[in-house]
């Protein structure tokens, strides 16, 4: 692994030596696509993020030569392969759902129609609800799952920020936007259409007094859409925030916690 990530940076670097690295290329993307390595790992519980795999995905894009892609009667134009043999992958993929080669789908995961992307790393039990998509290098944890219509967002450039994260046993209800970088805890629940970016404002209002945080939303955290005021020139106007509301409550059993959760907060999904 250290002689692979010394050859892509080499070439990462020294862009007259990309094509000499093109077996290490395609190794690293290999590796990507098996789970072997992930974009992003973490390690005495604080996620790393490694630059150089996603470096090997940029130049992944500049060895490929566009081509076309048959899947039965459907016809693809693309520089990357899709992903196959999902029976030994124990994988079930519903028409018409897309993965692309170079991502990482545990056993257990089902995939209603939706995408995802290279780079991308979805563990074990999770599903991929309706026109749901994961984009490149994010990070989907165990028994996680993405409601109807939700966007999770990819990075690529620039190559040190950090993916988008979904740590295990979340829910991420209908038409929720994760990207740039944000990280869900473990356990949390997200209500229909939470959208949520680096810069946008979570606010814990389950307290007296609320608490501001951004980028992270705490484990177990139950959070919902909502709004806060703010000038501008031409006036005072409502701007979207995300308000964490409670918490799921301790439970052996997930699924009794998660329903629990939505009863209680009459949180929508």
């Known amino acids: 692994m250290e002689i692979l990530r010394q050859k892509i940076n080499l070439a990462w670097n020294d862009s007259s030596q990309v094509e000499s690295a093109r077996e290490e290329i395609l190794q690293t993307i290999d590796l990507l696509d098996k789970g072997k390595l992930r974009v992003a790992e973490k390690v005495n519980n604080e996620w790393e993020v490694n630059e150089w795999a996603k470096q090997a995905v940029l130049l992944y894009f500049r060895i490929m030569k566009m081509q076309t892609l048959d ?27 897309v993965a692309r080669y170079g991502s990482y789908l545990a056993p257990g995961v089902i ?56 740590e295990d046993d979340c829910f991420i209800g209908s038409r929720c936007i994760v990207v740039e970088g944000v990280r869900i805890c473990e356990q949390a629940v997200l209500g229909a259409g939470v959208v949520l970016t680096s810069s946008t404002k979570i606010i814990d209002v389950s307290s007296k007094e609320p608490v501001e945080l951004r980028g992270k939303i705490p484990p177990r955290s139950v959070v919902i859409p909502g709004s806060i ?14 308000l964490i509301i409670g918490q799921r409550k301790e439970s052996t059993d997930k699924k009794t916690s998660l329903n629990d959760a939505l009863r209680d907060f009459s949180v929508s999904i």
């Not at 005021?229 to 995300?242: D, I, M, N, S, Y």
């Open 71 to 97: 899947s039965g009667s459907l016809e693809f134009y693309d520089k990357i392969p899709l992903k196959k043999n999902y029976a030994s992958l124990n994988v079930r993929i519903v028409p018409h759902a």
């Open 111 to 166: 995939m209603i129609p939706s995408y995802v992307n290279i780079g991308a790393y979805v563990d074990e039990h999770t599903m991929v609800d309706t026109w749901a998509t994961v984009g490149s290098c994010a990070q989907i944890g165990k028994r996680v799952h993405l409601s109807g219509g939700v966007g999770i967002g990819g990075v690529l450039e620039p190559v040190q920020a950090a993916p988008v994260i979904i």
């Open 229 to 242: 005021p703010k000038k501008f020139p031409a006036g005072e106007f409502q701007v979207p925030c995300a």
